[in-house]
């Protein structure tokens, strides 16, 4: 049903983002930091410390020039909940002793961004990656509402958070599919926090994506990165994987 190997090339796939290795760029989406502040429970769960410790992970492993946040790097749309300050320097920290240069092309959630963060922010990021343009986004809006570079051989999204349900198991995934958002392909990270449950798309049908970037699901292809074996597996795309379940 799967396949082993790079399914996009120039891409590797590892915890949640990507590295784009022409483009020396590492990409991610949807950390919401201080959700586990507004979760059901009396102390914080330590999903901050883990993001920027995985972030550090990720930057010490791929040392790309470049991170960029394609969105939502925040979760309260009207407050600061406690630590995040903390956690939005510690991340600068990370990303300063990795000697890299961070974007944030804010999401939906990131209304309170500009008053906490003072670094690079856009609404799209144009990389060059090789012989492609690919730019970076969050994907709640489509590049032409917010003048993003509609020339992009590749878009980098967020903002859906899928998952891939197999043998009864949940797992975060990506989607990629070719030529499906105005000739250019589509990438769709999961969200990089662990604490979003997450759009099971087994069933999903264009509809019911909230991105308008994507235009025809049956031509999102799910990638699993399996960490456990550190190898990458591609299914095939959603309109014939649905038939096979």
Avoid at 68 to 95: M, N, Q, Y
Avoid at 203 to 227: I, K, W, Y
């Amino acid at each position: 049903m799967s396949t082993r190997g790079a399914p996009v090339e120039g891409v590797s796939f590892r915890d949640r983002a990507v590295y784009l290795e022409r483009a020396d760029a590492l990409v991610l989406a949807d950390t919401h930091l201080g959700r586990d502040e507004s979760s059901n429970v009396q102390l914080r769960l330590g999903e901050d410390r883990d993001i920027v410790e995985r972030v550090g992970a990720l930057l010490e492993r791929f040392d790309p020039a470049e991170l960029v946040v394609a969105g939502d790097l925040l979760h309260s749309f009207s407050s600061v909940p406690r630590g995040v300050r903390e956690s939005l320097r510690d991340l600068r920290a990370a990303v300063d002793e990795a000697d890299a240069h961070v974007v944030i092309t804010p999401g939906n959630h990131d209304t309170m961004l500009a008053e906490l963060w003072d670094g690079s922010t856009t609404a799209g990021y144009p990389l060059v990656d090789g012989d492609r343009t690919v730019v970076v986004c969050h994907g709640h809006e489509s590049p032409a509402e917010t003048d993003v570079d509609g020339d992009a051989d590749l878009y980098v999204v967020g903002h859906d958070h899928p998952t891939i349900e197999i043998e009864g198991k949940r797992r975060p995934c990506y989607l990629h599919g070719r030529g499906c958002y105005r000739g250019a392909d589509l990438l769709m990270l999961p969200s990089f926090t662990r604490l979003a449950a997450g759009a099971p798309v087994n069933g999903m049908g264009t509809n019911d994506f909230m991105s308008p970037l994507v235009t025809d699901a049956d031509l999102l292809r799910p990638v699993v990165q399996d960490e456990r074996a550190d190898e990458t597996l591609a299914f095939p795309p959603l309109g014939r994987f649905r038939e096979m379940l």
